[in-house]
Nanobody, 123 residues
Framework: QVQLVESGGGSVQAGGSLRLSCAAS????????MGWFRQAPGKEREGVAR????????YYASSVKGRFTISRDHAKKTLYLQMNSLKPEDTAMYYC????????????????WGQGTQVTVSS
């Protein structure tokens, strides 16, 4: 079992920044790919960013590319999402997720999920 706990969400004005964290615990040896997803009211969940944990290769949704940065700290077993130049349309519940099937080529097949952290961008 892998447990994921997000933190760092909050309210910020447009143009501001936030840094989300996702702490992983439990059995993490099979983790291969981790990512951030978000879901706004009335909209479907969408992938935001994902990272191949071994090689560090990253992938971003076009809507956040250039503004968001995903990274990981192996020693701390923590995943991060640095969000800059935030826009009102970034407002959503953000979820951390892990994929253990040996691939990181798409947004599908993520098996472990955190509880989510709310990000609200005003103006």
């Amino acid at each position: 079992q892998v447990q994921l706990v997000e933190s760092g969400g909050g309210s910020v004005q447009a143009g501001g920044s936030l840094r989300l964290s996702c702490a992983a615990s439990g059995y993490t040896y099979d983790n291969y790919c981790m990512g951030w997803f978000r879901q706004a009211p009335g909209k479907e969940r969408e992938g935001v960013a994902r990272i191949y944990l071994v090689g560090g290769i990253t992938y971003y949704a076009s809507s956040v590319k250039g503004r968001f940065t995903i990274s990981r700290d192996h020693a701390k077993k923590t995943l991060y999402l640095q969000m800059n130049s935030l826009k009102p349309e970034d407002t959503a519940m953000y979820y951390c997720a892990a994929r253990r099937d040996g691939d990181c080529g798409s947004w599908v097949n993520f098996n472990a999920w955190g509880q989510g952290t709310q990000v609200t961008v005003s103006s």
